[in-house]
């Protein structure tokens, strides 16, 4: 059974740096591209970070570029979000998922993750 458990959220402080983990069972994660998403209270879910499964090519929205960096460990099966200067508009539900295509992963991914909360407050 394909399963992603995500882990590393919590209440963090403005500023903070957290790093989500999204670690992969029953599947290789080799030759997947991932994702971030996160959604917020009343908020439509949004495409955060996306990392392909060949070369590594990355993709950031723009509210997160430059603050968050995507890199996975396939020895690990694990693909990690490292979150800087969190600001309390971060706050959301942080998701992974996956897909075999790069171009879908963040549109439409066969694979998602249960979530993990991150709350960004003082």
């Known amino acids: 059974q394909l399963q992603f458990v995500e882990s590393g959220g919590g209440l963090v402080q403005p500023g903070g740096s957290p790093r989500l983990s999204c670690a992969a069972s029953g599947f290789t994660l080799d030759y997947y591209a991932i994702g971030w998403f996160r959604q917020a209270p009343g908020k439509e879910r949004e495409g955060v970070s996306c990392?392909?499964?060949?070369?590594?090519?990355?993709y950031y929205a723009d509210s997160v570029k430059g603050r968050f960096t995507i890199s996975r460990d396939n020895a690990k099966n694990t693909v990690y979000l490292q979150m800087n200067s969190l600001k309390p508009e971060d706050t959301a539900v942080y998701y992974c998922?996956?897909?075999?295509?790069?171009?879908?992963?963040?549109?439409?991914?066969?694979?998602w993750g249960q979530g993990t909360q991150v709350t960004v407050s003082s």
């Open positions: 990392i392909g499964s060949s070369d590594g090519s990355t």
């Open positions: 998922a996956a897909d075999r295509s790069y171009t879908i992963v963040l549109h439409s991914p066969d694979y």
